[in-house]
C-alpha cells in the first residue's frame, strides 16, 4: 500500500474518532433522535475499528482519538447539536472521497465509497431533521459541493 | 534476421488503422444523469423532485465536463448531447424517481473500484448525491 494511500486513510480515521466523540456529545441533546444517533454512532464506531485494523494489517499504527474535538459552534440544543452531527459527517465525507483520490486499491476503494455514501446519506438525514432545505447537497465530499 | 523481426511488427502497425477507442464508462453516467434530471422535471408534483433535477443536472455537467476534459470534442461543431426529450410522465412518479436514481446509484457505485483515481473520486461523490437523493424522496 503506498504511503500516499496510508496517510489518507489516517486522516479518514481521524474524522471517525471525531465523529465517535460528537454523537457521544449530542445525544444528550437529541433525545428524540435517539434511534439515528444511536445508529451513526454504531456505524462510525465499527468504520473507526475497521480503518484500526486496515491500518494495522498494511503496517502502520492507527493514529489515536484526541481527548476532544471542537464543534464548529457550540452544542447547547437539538438545533446545535444537529450542526454538529452534519458537519462531522461533512468531515468523513471530504475524507473518504480523499481516499478514493489516493488509491488504486480495489477493495480499499470500495470500503472508501461505502463509507462516504452512508455518511452522505446519514448528513441528508440529519439536515431533514433539521428542516433545512435543500437537504442534500449534490457532491458529498467535494468542499464547495 | 534480428532485424526482420524487429521490422515485421513496425510494417503491421504503420498499415494497421488505430483501434477506435472503447467507449468513455462516463458517458453512460452522465446520459443517466440527464435522464433522471429530465424525469425529475416532469414529475414536479413529487416533493423534492426540483431538488432531484438540480442536483443530477450538476451530475450531468461535471461527469460530461471530464469526459471532454479526457477526450476534446473533435471540432466546435461536436454534436452536443442532445437533452433527452421530455420523457412521459409515469403511473407511479415517485416510485420511477427512486428506481431511476437506485440504478443511476448502482452503475456509479459500480465503476468506482476500476477508474484513474481522479474519475473514482468524482464518480464516488456522485454515487453519494445519488444515495443522498434516494434519503430527501425516502
Same mark, same amino acid.
Given at each position: 500500500?503506498?504511503?500516499?494511500?496510508?496517510?489518507?486513510?489516517?486522516?479518514?480515521?481521524?474524522?471517525?474518532?471525531?465523529?465517535?466523540?460528537?454523537?457521544?456529545?449530542?445525544?444528550?441533546?437529541?433525545?428524540?433522535?435517539?434511534?439515528?444517533?444511536?445508529?451513526?454512532?454504531?456505524?462510525?464506531?465499527?468504520?473507526?475499528?475497521?480503518?484500526?485494523?486496515?491500518?494495522?494489517?498494511?503496517?502502520?499504527?492507527?493514529?489515536?482519538?484526541?481527548?476532544?474535538?471542537?464543534?464548529?459552534?457550540?452544542?447547547?440544543?437539538?438545533?446545535?447539536?444537529?450542526?454538529?452531527?452534519?458537519?462531522?459527517?461533512?468531515?468523513?465525507?471530504?475524507?473518504?472521497?480523499?481516499?478514493?483520490?489516493?488509491?488504486?486499491?480495489?477493495?480499499?476503494?470500495?470500503?472508501?465509497?461505502?463509507?462516504?455514501?452512508?455518511?452522505?446519506?446519514?448528513?441528508?438525514?440529519?439536515?431533514?431533521?433539521?428542516?433545512?432545505?435543500?437537504?442534500?447537497?449534490?457532491?458529498?465530499?467535494?468542499?464547495?459541493? | 534476421?534480428?532485424?526482420?523481426?524487429?521490422?515485421?511488427?513496425?510494417?503491421?502497425?504503420?498499415?494497421?488503422?488505430?483501434? +477506435?477507442? %472503447? &467507449? =468513455? @464508462?462516463?458517458?453512460? !453516467?452522465? /446520459?443517466?444523469?440527464?435522464?433522471?434530471?429530465?424525469? #425529475? *422535471?416532469?414529475?414536479?408534483?413529487?416533493?423534492?423532485?426540483?431538488?432531484?433535477?438540480?442536483?443530477?443536472?450538476?451530475?450531468?455537467?461535471?461527469?460530461?465536463?471530464?469526459?471532454?476534459?479526457?477526450?476534446?470534442?473533435?471540432?466546435?461543431?461536436?454534436?452536443?448531447?442532445?437533452?433527452?426529450?421530455?420523457? +412521459?410522465? %409515469? &403511473? =407511479? @412518479?415517485?416510485?420511477? !424517481?427512486? /428506481?431511476?436514481?437506485?440504478?443511476?446509484?448502482?452503475? #456509479? *457505485?459500480?465503476?468506482?473500484?476500476?477508474?484513474?483515481?481522479?474519475?473514482?473520486?468524482?464518480?464516488?461523490?456522485?454515487?453519494?448525491?445519488?444515495?443522498?437523493?434516494?434519503?430527501?424522496?425516502?
Amino acid at each position: 500500500m503506498s504511503p500516499e494511500s496510508i496517510a489518507a486513510v489516517q486522516v479518514a480515521l481521524g474524522t471517525e474518532h471525531a465523529a465517535v466523540w460528537s454523537y457521544g456529545l449530542v445525544s444528550a441533546f437529541l433525545a428524540q433522535q435517539a434511534a439515528g444517533v444511536a445508529e451513526g454512532a454504531n456505524a462510525h464506531r465499527a468504520r473507526r475499528d475497521l480503518t484500526e485494523r486496515w491500518l494495522k494489517d498494511n503496517g502502520a499504527t492507527p493514529q489515536p482519538p484526541a481527548a476532544a474535538y471542537l464543534p464548529p459552534q457550540p452544542v447547547s440544543d437539538a438545533a446545535s447539536a444537529l450542526t454538529a452531527l452534519v458537519a462531522v459527517e461533512n468531515d468523513t465525507c471530504a475524507a473518504w472521497r480523499s481516499v478514493l483520490e489516493r488509491t488504486d486499491d480495489q477493495a480499499l476503494r470500495k470500503t472508501a465509497l461505502e463509507a462516504l455514501t452512508t455518511a452522505a446519506v446519514r448528513a441528508t438525514r440529519w439536515r431533514k431533521v433539521a428542516g433545512t432545505s435543500p437537504a442534500s447537497i449534490s457532491m458529498p465530499g467535494v468542499a464547495s459541493g | 534476421m534480428l532485424l526482420a523481426v524487429a521490422v515485421a511488427p513496425l510494417a503491421v502497425a504503420c498499415t494497421t488503422p488505430p483501434a +477506435p477507442l %472503447p &467507449p =468513455d @464508462p462516463l458517458v453512460e !453516467l452522465a /446520459a443517466s444523469a440527464r435522464a433522471d434530471a429530465a424525469l #425529475a *422535471s416532469t414529475v414536479a408534483e413529487v416533493p423534492s423532485a426540483a431538488e432531484v433535477a438540480k442536483n443530477r443536472g450538476e451530475h450531468a455537467k461535471l461527469l460530461q465536463a471530464e469526459i471532454d476534459r479526457e477526450r476534446p470534442p473533435v471540432s466546435s461543431s461536436a454534436p452536443v448531447p442532445a437533452a433527452p426529450s421530455t420523457p +412521459p410522465t %409515469p &403511473p =407511479d @412518479p415517485a416510485a420511477a !424517481l427512486r /428506481a431511476a436514481l437506485d440504478t443511476s446509484l448502482r452503475k #456509479a *457505485s459500480d465503476l468506482v473500484p476500476t477508474l484513474p483515481a481522479h474519475r473514482a473520486a468524482l464518480v464516488g461523490s456522485v454515487a453519494a448525491g445519488c444515495a443522498s437523493l434516494l434519503e430527501v424522496l425516502a
